[in-house]
Every structure is written in structure tokens, then in C-alpha cells.
């Protein structure tokens, strides 16, 4: 402390130097991490799922079975959702499984979204109903398609499993009407937790261990693909995904692959792709499969895609799989707690764990807090001591007029006491009324964006969200010039980038913990505002900073987002208000209240020759 | 048509002789979706002051004499009652108690704390009798239920009953408990109806329940009176399944001649597809079959006094359905969906259902109420009880008493308890579904919650009971050792008022409540990471140690070279010396 004490006394805080190596060894960190000594090899944690240690027997006339109703189902893709539910329903029941029904109603960006769930309970024989595990399938997948076989496989499953003595738990067959709204409704509706347009359910089991929901639209594949991210960017714990691993590579000898990395070598490029894909993922913090919605409620679920058409693996395979992950979750004598719940996957077999990675996203948040002292530090000290001594006066009036209810008496007093002593660093007063208005004001405003793109129609989402954009770049010269009768000095300005800095600091930190990837990805967009010297700066200087931070805007990142897609903006509007209705996701919140605000004040500081602000 | 479904009380009620000292029978009846229950019934009759032989077990008796208990049950449950799909559970669910064990007695006590501690008597004894860990009924898990239980048995109007109850719903109830239940039967499992009981084939039920009622029954003047137990074991058997066992203990998938397809369905030929229609038939079975053996003759003991034959066994089934007996039995049909048979000694007695193809159920019939429970919500913090209470009877209301036992660890907050009717009640009842609560707040460490309410549910309409609770956080040597996989909170108890007693409101000692009880729950409480705090021990211990150990020895140790001692490396006295010098004691000697 002694030494940093006295860095401090001595006005000498390099906080430049060590906000730039802060974000340099963050980046170096996090580009460490696909390496060998930084990963670290999956390995199961929990003993009792012993994967792949049971033989499974599905296959040879269930075969025969999965075809019927794999025609089944096709007979019924351009049914009702009513005739639909009710011949999946007869199946189930036909099956000697408890059928029950839900019909759900979304609304959101002025799109309705309608559904009817239908799912069955194979109690376990001398099962107490207390604990269950979820096999689900959507009628359509993620992308809309016709999930036949994936359906077909749900309910021959559920007839063959019925025939084993050996569960402990209830096993839930659900098939939902999409990837996107039923699960989420059958979910909510599981906990008591539904909106009002949301049936409550006929038929309930007990505490869910585990889902596994199936994406399974042509009945031959050659991989799986492992989808594994819920919402908010919560995961699954890690065990589950490694007894699927296991399973498919020691079992099944399937090819598992993992957030669309369909070649991967191995390699240090492709373990960096693989994590950067993942970090996509959690960042946005959307569903990206049925099971996304489980996660919030602490039941850890996956995904599993069948990838590559005409493959050479069909629904004996994935059967089998099935049926040995359930036998697995069946072994679990406790919830999932072994393994971890923050990882990243870079691999099927290598990760990084929350204790490797997390402090390269603090790092990056860390300068900006670190900035934030050092520009406070630097705000109660005068530049320079000759200048401070030629003219003490105008500050004064200026400060009095800025702070109109500070009163004149304070301001005096600090004078006196700042004056006399030539010797001592001088302390100048800081005139705090004006930038904690403007920082808190722009923090508020970050609600109106926050409202109107989750209630906005979906015709007005794109016209909307362009105005936006003009709106937020020139609303910083709008405050710049508005400031200008208030006659800021530069102390404001530095006071303004501190307070914004500091906040967006704070805020990143904490949500390093619990969403890693968009903390590291706002914060890496943020760097500029750190580093923008705006009170020294040249005309030139100044256009470059304002070009640097209007393209690293929250605006464009969502251009951005949309073109990774290939979606219109307004698409990707529609998905987060429609994330915002019905998952409950908070990304929204992160970019226009954390994001969007630091943003405006990295602008604002840009624009501060419109005040009239003197410069240096 | 064929008629409604029969219950076991119906018929084995007055078939019995009341006057025999031991008797047993056995119903079967088919369920639909080739399930088959199967009640036994064993009653053995001894007299009050067990003075001399009788047929009734001595260990159970010196037990109830010990305790002064005057009226036992004893309940051993596994699985679930589907009442959607089988009907209102046999002998209208007194016989079935909840998930894992339940026990309510009848204690004679001068005042509370004598009855706890014979109950405490009570349960340690039983605990060893019945090898459950019935013991584990402390006070945290005993209540005192005023309006759910009502005595079965006649009791001296002037004594001093208590009644306490307690249930273990993690109980996982076994073999090790068909045990000590089959040698308290005087013909031991070995002849008769209970040689069917075969352990491996009643835990592979669907849903199996033991009981034990231990009551005195005296005629209607007081005299003659006599301690009758009551043993029964009900269970549904999946008879599909027990069939499959037989091919061996892995279901594997059927061969192709096996299967039964939908003949009517183009793709059956064109892609060798096949829709199965096997369980819409009912499966051909023998006694065998399902219980691994048949019945070996009758028990010498159960006869009538006359001597006469008395049909211990009762099938009921439809009227369409063929039956084939072993040879030297006839059927004697006691109406057109009821058959019943006389075992004969030393004659093994087994019966073969025929396949019925398409399936025919007997006519079903609703339950008094459908009841489920679940928790809502989610988090650590706290929670929801959320009861879906359905009355089916579309003309009559259904009076009930809701029985919650809850554990100390799950507070309740009876401010949020909530009734809500689906449908507004008609206007002549009373505006509010609860009639009458009784509620004994919880004790931390002490005692559970006990919540009784008394409630109304009008024809056709369903009633949702909710209420909101906190979860406590235990202390850590409060956890169970086991892997923790959540605490069990057991099942409510539903006991259905006679529709008589909505009357008179008293209820008659002949009526008893209809009983019925919910699934248990399983609540997940914030716990610590048990191997975490070890980790941090062993860690932070090393650290301790090493910096502790360095910094003691550089405060003080004098570091001396080794040529500076004197004495070092002579001989063994020097040696001496020199460690009596370095403790103070060897300066001082040289000095003198």
C-alpha cells in the first residue's frame, strides 16, 4: 500500500501505462487459453453416470417401429396443431405412457406465437415421481424444419424404454410445437412459473435432472452436433456434455462436433474458432435449441443434432445413445454438482475453466476502472502550476456558474486552502453536480432503446432502429452544445469519461462472472474509450477517435450480428424482443444500459469542442 | 355389458368368518393396459390377554403390550396408484399408505409426554421387528392428526388414547421387510395364497403396498373381545413386462414373429415398417407367469369352523375373457365378472387367462378425487406447494380433510395459503372451499409443520390448494451422510368423509374415511459443497504450517555455526551435555 501511496502523492499515477498493459496481457491471456498448458483435457467428475458402461439394445424390430412412425409423422406435417397433438397423444397413450397437453400463446414485436405441446410421463415402476428426466424433441427444429425423425425416435423410444424395470427416475417424452417458444412454455409451466397465455400442465413428475432434446430432421447423419449454450450464456455442467462425448466416441464411434465446426483438426486455429464460436453464442445469450430453455432453471440439458446427410449412422445409433445417456442420468444419485458450470469448450476433449479464463476479461475490465481513477486523480489537480497561479479566478466563476447550487461560500474556502501553500500539489475542487447529471442521464435514457425495441411493432423495428442509430450519433454534439451556456471546463469532461469509465468498469467485472463472453466482447469493443485523448487533441486526431468509436458503436454490432447471420436487422430485432418476451433474456439490458451509455459518453468527449470548452 | 369393477372389501368382507382365527384370500383383477392387481388379505384373530397359544404373533403382540399401543397400522408403499388410468385404489386406500413408511397408532398415556415416550417405545421395537428404520421417527417427524384418522377398532370409552403418526418417505422398502411380514403369517409363505408372495416378483410391481392393522374388536355389548390383525399386501403387476422376464432379465427388442402390426397401414410391406398394435390385446398369462410360481393347496389353517371349503381366491375379470384352472378346482361365479375358487390342501392351484384380442376393460370407474402435488417456483431461497385437487362426480360435492407433514427445514407460510375454485361455487354452499383448518407451527429442530384443513369441493370442479415456503439452510452435520440428492417431504394424506357424515356431521364408527394420499416430493435445499471446506482446510493448514513453522524458527532459533558448539560430534556424554545446555540446564553446571 506504502508504495502505492505514495504514486498517488505524488500525481505520478501511470494509469495510462497500465490500462494499455492491462488490455494487452488480457488479449495475450485469452489468446493462451487454446494452447495445451492453458486447456485442460475433459474428464468426468461425477462417477455414478458411468457413460458407456451399459449395453443398449435398441435396434432390430424397433427399427421396424421408428419406420411406422416415422411415416406417421410425415402424414401429419401439414395437419392442425390439434389433429397433430392428438395422434402423437394416441401414440403415447397406445404405448401405456400418461399423455397430457399444453396449449401456449406468445406475443411479441406484434407477431403472435401459437402452439400446443404435447408430452407423456413413463412413470418409473416403484418410482415416488420425485425426480424425472426430459427427452424432447420439437415438432419443427431450430431452423423450422420438419424434425421426422427426431420425433419418430422420441416416441419409439418411449415404448421401448417403457420395457425396463430399472428406472428410478420418470422419463418425460416431450414433443413441442417449435425449438423456440413450446419448450420454453412446457418449462415455465413445469415450475408453476407460466405467463397467463401459457396452460398450466394436466400431468406433472418431479424435480428434472437432465434433458436431452433431439434435432433429428433426415433419418441418416454422420455426426452429432453437440449444441450446449442456454440462455443468458448459463451452461450446462460439463459432465453432461462429456457423457455424451463418451458415449458417441467409445460406444457409438460418432464423430461429435461442436458449435458448427465441421473440420476440426485440432489445431490451435480451430480450438481459438471453436471458443470464439461458443463466445458468440453466449454472448448473444439466445436459445439456440430446445434445451436452452431448461438451463435457467438449473436442469442441465443439451442438444443433440444429427449432421450430413445420406450418412452412414441412422436411428439405431442414435438410439443407442439415447438410451445409454439415459441410462446414465438414471445412475445420477444427486443433481449435476461434480463438474464445472463456466467452461469454455474448444474441443470434445479440452476446455478451460472459469479459475484459466476469467481474468482475461477482468483484465480488460480493469482498465477501464483503472482509467477511471487516474482520470479522477487527474481531475482534482491542475495541469499545470503556472497555469493555476496566472488565472485561479475564471475557473471559479466558471464552476459557480456550471454548479449553480453549490454555493459561492464553499467555492472560496477551497481556494483559500488550495492557494497559499506553493509547495503541495494543489487541489482543485471538482464540480461534480454537472457530470454525474450528464453520466446518470444517459444511463437513463438507455431505457428508452431498452423499451421500444421490446415493444415496437415488427414493421417498425427497422425504421426504428436506423433512426436510432442518427439519433445516437448526434445526440453527443447535442450535448456537447447544449453544455455550452453552462460554460463546462475541461474538468467536466474528464469527469464525465471517469464516471462513464468507472461504471462500465464495475459493470463488466460483475458480469465477468456470470457471462463471461459478453463481458470480453463489450469490453474489447469499449477499449477506445479509454484511450481517446480528446482535451489535447488535434482536428485530426479528433475525426480519427470519432470514426474509431462510431464504428465500434452497439449499433453496428448488431449490423454486424446480422450479417454473420445473414438476416435483416429487423429480424434480429424481432429474435431479441421476442428473447426479451419470452426466455427472458437480458442481453438487451447489458448493451443498452452498460454498453450504449458508455458509448455515448466516449462521443461526448469527442464533441467537447462544441461546448466551448477551452482547450489545453 | 359387463359390470362395474368389484373391490376387494366387498367380497372378502363377507366371506370371511369373523369367528375362524386366521383366514386369507386373494383378489385379482385386470387393469387396463395388461396390468394386473393382486390383493392379499391375511386376518388372524387373537385375544386381548395373549396368555396362551394363539395363531397371533407373540413378537408383535409383547411389543403392542410394551408400548401400551391399542391400536397399530403399519404401512410399507412403493410406487404410484395411477388413478387416472386403474380407478379409485382398492379397499378404498386403507390399506395403502403413502411413499416409503407410514405409522399411526393409538396410544394409551396419562399425558403427552408419556405417549411420546411410548411411541418412541413403540417405534425402536417395530424398527427391529420389521428391519425399517423406523426409529428414525424422532419428534421432528411425529404429528398429531385431530381430524384425518379415526379409531377402526372398539376402545374403552374411559381410556386415555393418544394418536400419533410418522412416516419416512425415503424409505426404500424391500425385501428385508416381505420378511419378518410373511413370518408373523401362520402358514409362513410356504402353502396357501401367500406362497405367491416371491420377493423378486412383488418389488418388480408397478406399485405394491404392504399394511399391517393391528386393532380390538368387541361385539356390540363390550364382551368377546378380541386383537385382530389385518395383513394385506396390494400390488399392480405390469404383466407385459413379467412375461418379457421370462425370456430373460434384459428386455431386448422383440423378434419379428413376436410383433403384432397394424395390418391396415400401406407401408407394413413397402418399407418394412411396422405399427404396433400389442398392447391393445390382452396378454394370455398364468398365475406362474407373473408371481413366479402358483399357489401350493390352501393353508391347513384357514377353515371355516364347520369345515367347510371357502373361496379364497376371487378373479375379476369380464365375463368375455377365457379362464382355464389346474386340474381338480371348479369356479364357482359369484356374478357375471366375479369368479372365485376354493384352494384345496396339498393340490397346487394355478389359472391361465386366455389372450383377448382386441382388449376388453372392465367398465371403469372415477375415483372420490384426483389429487397431485408439486412444488413450484424454483431457486434456493424459497418455494411453492401447488395441490391440484379434481372432484369427477358431476352431481355430488366431496367433504375432505388435507393432511401436510412437513419437515422443520420447509417453512410455510399459512398467510399465503390459497383455495381457489375453477368454477364459482353454487350459491348454497359455503363461499369459501375450506371448511376448517387445524395448524401446529413447526419448531426449528424440534417439530414439523402439521396442517390439517378440512375442505369442499363441488361437483365437476377442480380445486387448486397453493401455498408458499422458505427453505432453511441446515447446518452441515445436518445433512444426511448419504449423496445428497435432495430431503423426501411426505406425501399428503386425503381422507374423504363418508357422504353420509355430511349430515349428521359425526362420523358413525362403522363409516370410514375413504383414503388417499399424493405422491411425495422431493425438495432440493441449498447445500454446501461437502469436499469443498476439506480442500480449504488442507490448503489453508499447509500455509499455516509452513509460514508459521518459518517464522517460529527465525524468532527463536539462534543460528550458530557448527565449529561454535562445543562438545559437538564426542561421544555420547558430551552429547548429553550439550542438549542439557541448549534447554539452561547444562550452563548453570559448568558455571558452578
Known amino acids: ?28 491471456w485469452f489468446l493462451q487459453l487454446p494452447t495445451n498448458e492453458h486447456s485442460r483435457g475433459t474428464y468426468m467428475s461425477e462417477n455414478a453416470l458411468m457413460p458407456g458402461q451399459v449395453h443398449t439394445y435398441f435396434g432390430g424390430t424397433e427399427s421396424m417401429i421408428f419406420r411406422a412412425y416415422h411415416h406417421e409423422v410425415e402424414a401429419l406435417e401439414n395437419a392442425t396443431s390439434t389433429r397433430r397433438v392428438e395422434m402423437l397423444g394416441k401414440i403415447m397413450k397406445d404405448n401405456g405412457l400418461e399423455v397430457g397437453r399444453q396449449k401456449y400463446t406468445y406475443e411479441a414485436s406484434g407477431e403472435v406465437y401459437k402452439g400446443e405441446n404435447v408430452y407423456s410421463i413413463l412413470q418409473a415402476p416403484r418410482g415416488d415421481a420425485t425426480e ?120 457409438m464411434h460418432v464423430d461429435v462436433k461442436l458449435q458448427e465446426m465441421w473440420d476440426h483438426t485440432d489445431s490451435y486455429k480451430d480450438r481459438l474458432r471453436t471458443m470464439a464460436r461458443g463466445m458468440v453464442n453466449q454472448a448473444l445469450g439466445h436459445s439456440s435449441g430446445a434445451h436452452s430453455s431448461f438451463i435457467p432453471y438449473h436442469i442441465d440439458a443439451i442438444t443433440i443434432q444429427m449432421t450430413g446427410e445420406n450418412g452412414w449412422y441412422n436411428e439405431v445409433t442414435i438410439g443407442r445413445t439415447l438410451e445409454s445417456i439415459c441410462r446414465s442420468l438414471n445412475n445420477l444419485l444427486e443433481h449435476f454438482h461434480q463438474s464445472f458450470f463456466f467452461y469454455l469448450l474448444m474441443h470434445p476433449h479440452r476446455f478451460v475453466s472459469i479459475g484459466t479464463y476469467l481474468p482475461s476479461a477482468m483484465l480488460i475490465a480493469i482498465n477501464f476502472t483503472i482509467t477511471a481513477i487516474g482520470l479522477w486523480l487527474e481531475s482534482g ?236 | 355389458m359387463s359390470e362395474a369393477p368389484v373391490d376387494p372389501s366387498t367380497i372378502i368382507s363377507h366371506s370371511h368368518s369373523s369367528t375362524s382365527d386366521y383366514s386369507e384370500s386373494l383378489f385379482l383383477r385386470t387393469l387396463p393396459n395388461n396390468a394386473l392387481l393382486a390383493s392379499f388379505q391375511f386376518r388372524t384373530n387373537g385375544t386381548i390377554d395373549s396368555s396362551h397359544m394363539s395363531l397371533f404373533p407373540q413378537s408383535l403382540n409383547q411389543v403392542l403390550k410394551a408400548s401400551h399401543t391399542k391400536e397399530l397400522h403399519l404401512k410399507f408403499t412403493l410406487g404410484r396408484w395411477k388413478a387416472r388410468e386403474y380407478g379409485p385404489e382398492p379397499w378404498e386406500g386403507r390399506t395403502a399408505g403413502g411413499t416409503g413408511v407410514e405409522l399411526w397408532a393409538w396410544v394409551d398415556a396419562e399425558d403427552d409426554a408419556q405417549a411420546e415416550q411410548r411411541w418412541k417405545t413403540l417405534t425402536n421395537a417395530l424398527s427391529g421387528l420389521f428391519c425399517a428404520s423406523l426409529n428414525f421417527i424422532d419428534s421432528t417427524r411425529t404429528i398429531r392428526p385431530i381430524l384425518t384418522f379415526h379409531p377402526t377398532g372398539t376402545h374403552d370409552p374411559t381410556s386415555n388414547l393418544h394418536l400419533l403418526h410418522g412416516s419416512l418417505p425415503r424409505e426404500p422398502v424391500c425385501t428385508e421387510n416381505l420378511t419378518p411380514f410373511l413370518k408373523l403369517l401362520p402358514c409362513k409363505g410356504k402353502v396357501g395364497v401367500s406362497s405367491l408372495l416371491d420377493g423378486h416378483k412383488l418389488f418388480d410391481a408397478a406399485w405394491q403396498a ?5 386393532r380390538p374388536l368387541c361385539d356390540s355389548d363390550g364382551t368377546n373381545c378380541k386383537l385382530q390383525m389385518e395383513q394385506t399386501v396390494d400390488m399392480v403387476i405390469d404383466v407385459e413386462r413379467s412375461l418379457l422376464k421370462q425370456n430373460g432379465p434384459i428386455p431386448k427388442p422383440k423378434e419379428r414373429h413376436q410383433l403384432v402390426c397394424d395390418g391396415s397401414k400401406e407401408y407394413l410391406t413397402t418399407d418394412d415398417a411396422c405399427l404396433p398394435l400389442d398392447n391393445v390385446k390382452d396378454q394370455q398369462f398364468t398365475l406362474t407367469d407373473v408371481f413366479g410360481r402358483g399357489i401350493r393347496g390352501s393353508c391347513p389353517l384357514d377353515e371355516m369352523e364347520n369345515g367347510e371349503a371357502r373361496e379364497q381366491v376371487c378373479l375379476n375379470v369380464p365375463e368375455q375373457r377365457g379362464v382355464y384352472l389346474s386340474e381338480g378346482y371348479q369356479e364357482q361365479k359369484l356374478s357375471k365378472s366375479l369368479r372365485c375358487y376354493a384352494l384345496k390342501e396339498n393340490q397346487d392351484f394355478d389359472l ?75 350459491t348454497n354452499s359455503s363461499s369459501s372451499p375450506i371448511l376448517e383448518t387445524h395448524y401446529r407451527p413447526f419448531l426449528d429442530r424440534k417439530r414439523g409443520t402439521q396442517l390439517e384443513i378440512a375442505l369442499q369441493v363441488p361437483a ?76 480449504v482446510i488442507i490448503l489453508t493448514s499447509t500455509v499455516m504450517a509452513l509460514a508459521f513453522g518459518s517464522i517460529l524458527n527465525l524468532l527463536i532459533r539462534r543460528f550458530v555455526g ?28 559448568k558455571e558452578e
Open chain 1, 381 to 616: 489537480q491542475p495541469k499545470d502550476k503556472k497555469e493555476k497561479d496566472k488565472n485561479p479566478k475564471p475557473e471559479i466563476t466558471e464552476s459557480e456558474k456550471a454548479a449553480l447550487d453549490t454555493s459561492v461560500e464553499s467555492s472560496n474556502k477551497t481556494t483559500e486552502i488550495a492557494t497559499p501553500s506553493n509547495d503541495e500539489p494543489l487541489i482543485v475542487e471538482r464540480q461534480l453536480l454537472l457530470p454525474v447529471t450528464i453520466v446518470v442521464a444517459i444511463h437513463a435514457l438507455g431505457f428508452l432503446p431498452l423499451y421500444l425495441f421490446n415493444n415496437l411493432d415488427k414493421a417498425a423495428l427497422t425504421p426504428v432502429f436506423y433512426a436510432f442509430t442518427v439519433f445516437s450519433s448526434l445526440l453527443p454534439p447535442v450535448i456537447s452544445l447544449a453544455l455550452r451556456p453552462l460554460a463546462p471546463t475541461a474538468q467536466t469532461f474528464t469527469l464525465i469519461k471517469s464516471f462513464s469509465l468507472l461504471l462500465l468498469g464495475l459493470f463488466l467485472s460483475t458480469l465477468a462472472t456470470i457471462n463471461f463472453s459478453l463481458s470480453f466482447v463489450i469490453g474489447l469493443l469499449s477499449v477506445p474509450f479509454t484511450f481517446t485523448r480528446f482535451l489535447k487533441a488535434g482536428i485530426f486526431e479528433r475525426i480519427l477517435f470519432w470514426g474509431v468509436i462510431q464504428v465500434l458503436s452497439p449499433m453496428m454490432a448488431l449490423e454486424l450480428v446480422a450479417k454473420y447471420w445473414g438476416l435483416p436487422v429487423g429480424d434480429i430485432l424481432m429474435e431479441a424482443a421476442f428473447g426479451w418476451k419470452v426466455w427472458g433474456m437480458w442481453t438487451q439490458v447489458v448493451v443498452f444500459g452498460v454498453w450504449w451509455p458508455a458509448w455515448i459518453a466516449a462521443q461526448v468527449g469527442v464533441w467537447s469542442p462544441l461546448s466551448g470548452v477551452q482547450r489545453d
Open chain 2, 352 to 426: 391361465i387367462l386366455t389372450e383377448q384380442s382386441p382388449s376388453i376393460k372392465l367398465p371403469s370407474t372415477e375415483p372420490l378425487l384426483y389429487a397431485e402435488r408439486s412444488f413450484t417456483g424454483h431457486g434456493q431461497e424459497r418455494g411453492g406447494v401447488q395441490a391440484v385437487l379434481r372432484n369427477p362426480s358431476l352431481t355430488s360435492p366431496v367433504n375432505f380433510v388435507y393432511l401436510e407433514s412437513l419437515p422443520w427445514f420447509m417453512k410455510p407460510y399459512l398467510h399465503t395459503l390459497r383455495a381457489n375454485l375453477d368454477k364459482p361455487a353454487p
Open chain 2, 210 to 214: 404392504m399394511s399391517i392393522d393391528v
Open chain 1, 132 to 251: 424425472a428426466i426430459v427427452l424432447c424433441a420439437g415438432w419443427r427444429n431450430a431452423e423450422g424444419e420438419l424434425n421426422k425423425a427426431g420425433v419418430a425416435l422420441t416416441l419409439s423410444l418411449g415404448r421401448y424404454l417403457k420395457r425396463w424395470s430399472l428406472w428410478s427416475k420418470d422419463i418425460i417424452f416431450l414433443i413441442t410445437e417449435d425449438s423456440r417458444a413450446g419448450p420454453q412454455a412446457w418449462v415455465d409451466a413445469y415450475h408453476d412459473m407460466q405467463s397467463t397465455s401459457v396452460e398450466p400442465l394436466p400431468v406433472k413428475s418431479g424435480v428434472i435432472q437432465g434433458a436431452v432434446a433431439i434435432d433429428y430432421p433426415h433419418k441418416n447423419f454422420r455426426a452429432y452436433h453437440l449444441m450446449y449454450d442456454g440462455i443468458n450464456g448459463q451452461l450446462p455442467n460439463l459432465d453432461l456434455i462429456n457423457s455424451l462425448i463418451k458415449i458417441a466416441d467409445n460406444q
Open chain 1, 1 to 28: 500500500m506504502g508504495a502505492l501511496t505514495q504514486l498517488l502523492r505524488r500525481r505520478k499515477f501511470p494509469y495510462r501505462i497500465v490500462s494499455v498493459l492491462s488490455v494487452f496481457v488480457g488479449v495475450y
Open chain 2, 562 to 589: 557448527a565449529d561454535e558448539v562445543p562438545g559437538v560430534g564426542s561421544g555420547l556424554k558430551e552429547k548429553v551435555r550439550g542438549k542439557l545446555r541448549r534447554l539452561g540446564l547444562g550452563g548453570k553446571k
Open chain 2, 460 to 535: 365437476n370442479t377442480t380445486l387448486t390448494l397453493t401455498y408458499e415456503f422458505d427453505k432453511a439452510i441446515l447446518r452441515y452435520t445436518e445433512y444426511p451422510p448419504d449423496a445428497n440428492r435432495g430431503f423426501d417431504i411426505a406425501p399428503a394424506i386425503i381422507a374423504i368423509l363418508p357422504p353420509s357424515s355430511l349430515s349428521d356431521g359425526a362420523l358413525g364408527a362403522t363409516q370410514q374415511p375413504t383414503y388417499l394420499r399424493t405422491t411425495s416430493l422431493l425438495l432440493p435445499l441449498p447445500t454446501p459443497d461437502f469436499s469443498m471446506p476439506y480442500n
